[in-house]
């Protein structure tokens, strides 16, 4: 049986600081073992190779931790075992993501020539004060110093805010999404803070915007950013949409390669829920894998589409009596407008 195309993401956890909401798995690491990490890396690759036979890949994704911060070489050597092992499309969406202060002209130069044509940069905030709160290294003008570099370059450039502080209002948002217009970007994503048991900011007694407050800011972006929406957190210009998350949301298969890097792999019509090279494996339930294909479907504008097996856990009679927060077309099931603002609560209710 020949298997599915998939999606590969690669984990680089190592980071110069951990910032103060961070709770993704990475550690601040000035000087790793950069040989170490690659050999490690190249070999789990070389064993999926081996275990799904010589697959599409229609994207790579790079993500952390902080992977700017590997060495141009050792992402070069990364992406040849991928090409020795996959079949990667010529046109394939491969992204870099990075931080602010950790690429100058030259490396970024070295990355686009070894194949990388996307760079999403985490600039998170265009105020050095809010920057400096958030544990971030890198000022604001040094932002848009890489972003107006990786753009010079002709990359398709992507920018992560964040939004939703302790004093943040629809006011400031409306700030925020006005110079975000102004930087040229064809992709962005804005993050609400949300506070992490175990990060620093969960061990502090900040006086966050309420529920309300939050709804306000995220309709803001709605009616003030540029780009449209087409995913909770996600704006694009027409045809600059993330294909790497797009295709995950879809319910495509992807490997996660890296410690800590979870996947979906589907191995001779099996599914399977996989986290690094052997921390798991194991068969999932086509029920199981329905539920998560509508979590990740109903996060986007287009929604979740009704394949055989969502449509044998969906609760048709709610979501018909419900048509104000949720809607079928085009063979898809999509929260409306309204219903993105209560988009768990949807879940909960439409999942028999």
């Not at 407050?213 to 949409?241: C, K, P």
Request: aromatic share 8%.
């Amino acid at each position: 049986m020949n298997n599915a195309a998939h999606n590969i993401y690669i984990h680089v956890p190592y980071c110069m600081s951990k910032c103060n909401y961070c709770a993704f798995f990475s550690r601040a690491c000035a000087n790793p073992d950069w040989g170490k990490y690659t050999a490690t890396i190249c070999n789990e690759i070389s064993d999926w190779g081996n275990r799904l036979g010589k697959t599409d890949v229609p994207t790579v994704f790079f993500g952390g931790g902080t992977p700017s911060l590997m060495p141009t070489e050792c992402c070069e050597k990364i992406l040849t075992t991928i090409r020795q092992n996959f079949n990667v499309a010529d046109n394939a969406e491969i992204t870099l993501e990075s931080n602010p202060g950790t690429l100058n002209k030259n490396k970024l130069q070295q990355m686009q020539d070894i194949g990388i044509n996307r760079l999403s940069v985490g600039v998170q905030s265009l105020d050095d004060e809010r920057l400096l709160f958030l544990g971030r290294r890198h000022t604001a003008n040094d932002a848009l110093n890489l972003l107006t570099a990786a753009q010079d370059f002709g990359m398709r450039v992507s920018a992560d805010f964040i939004y939703g502080l302790p004093g943040d209002d629809a006011k400031y948002t409306e700030k925020l999404c006005n110079q975000i217009n102004t930087l040229g970007l064809q992709h962005c994503s804005l993050y609400e803070l949300t506070i992490e048991p175990g990060t620093p900011f969960g061990k502090m007694n900040l006086n966050m915007p309420d529920n309300n407050e939050m709804a306000q800011m995220y309709v803001t972006i709605e009616n003030t950013l540029n780009l449209a929406r087409y995913e909770v957190s996600n704006y694009a210009a027409i045809g600059q949409e993330c294909a790497h998350n797009q295709n995950v949301w879809d319910g495509q298969p992807y490997v996660g390669i890296g410690q800590g890097a979870a996947g979906r792999v589907l191995h001779n019509g099996i599914w399977y829920e996989q986290m690094g090279a052997n921390e798991r494996y194991v068969p999932m339930t086509n029920n199981a894998r329905a539920t998560e294909k509508i979590i990740t479907g109903m996060r986007t504008i287009r929604g979740c589409k009704l394949t055989d097996d969502v449509k044998q856990i969906i609760d048709t009679e709610w979501i018909m009596s419900h048509t104000d927060l949720v809607q079928i077309s085009n063979n898809h099931i999509h929260a409306t407008t309204r219903g993105m603002l209560v988009l768990d609560d949807i879940i909960l209710n439409m999942v028999k």
